[in-house]
């Protein structure tokens, strides 16, 4: 089964300043896609960003980039340029693909216990 | 608009009663989800469809049972037998599950136990 870790449950950054939230993952299987979701106080889940396992070129979405190390098996995101908007719970979550759809991962999203970022003015 | 509607947004439950949670999609979406949300935690899958008319269990399934009569809903029901169902819970749908393509979820309905 996969698991997947973050081991921050908060953190705290300056507007406009830099901040990274670290994500691990443990699978067997080789191709997967790694995503990284937001729930800002409305609760409403929101995607921030996408990663497909097997590529080496990492993501980005405007202020956000992740780092995707797949031999180490994580995936960090970081936020540039900080805003109060940002405030929000950040998930990381696993995509399995194996095509046994039985009892596995195949399709099915696990998520990380997720971490609290507060952005200050 | 696509999206996800998901109702009530608040429901009250008494002891002993089953309650049924609605979730409806017009994305055209083949799989459905639902999860739970406990205060400081991750979600966790209770069930998915991924073709009408079946489903299959997720990781914390006890308690609760689902329909997939039709493409577009998936409601839950949450029975007598969950012991502790107050939670926040968050429908989800998505494409192919081979797909690159991200779940999306509905707003939410959060179920508290009297």
């Known amino acids: 089964a996969q698991t997947v870790t973050q081991s921050q449950p908060e953190m705290s950054v300056q507007e406009a300043e830099t901040v990274t939230l670290s994500c691990t993952y443990d699978t067997s299987e080789n191709n997967y896609y790694l995503f990284w979701y937001k729930q800002p106080p409305s609760r409403q889940m929101i995607l921030v960003i996408r990663q497909e396992a097997y590529k080496q070129q990492n993501a980005t979405e405007n202020r956000f980039s992740v780092n995707f190390q797949k031999a180490a098996k994580s995936f960090s995101l970081k936020i540039s340029d900080s805003q109060l908007g940002d405030t929000a719970m950040y998930f990381c979550a696993f995509k399995g693909l194996s095509a046994n759809a039985g009892g596995t991962s195949y399709g099915k999203l696990t998520f990380g216990q997720g971490t609290i970022l507060t952005v200050h003015p | ?114």
């Open chain 2, 1 to 114: 608009d696509g999206g996800i509607t998901q109702s009530p947004k608040y429901l009250f439950r008494k002891e002993g009663q089953n309650v049924t949670l609605s979730c409806e999609q017009n994305l055209n979406h083949d799989a459905m989800y639902w999860y739970r949300q406990d205060p400081g935690q991750g979600l966790r899958l209770i069930y998915y469809s991924q073709i009408v008319n079946d489903f299959q269990k997720g990781d914390i399934a006890e308690g609760y049972s689902v329909s997939r009569e039709k493409k577009e809903s998936f409601p839950l029901t949450v029975t007598s037998a969950q012991k502790n169902p107050t939670a926040f819970y968050l429908c989800a749908s998505s494409g192919r599950p081979s797909s690159y393509n991200e779940q999306f979820f509905g707003p939410g309905t959060r179920l508290t136990v009297l």
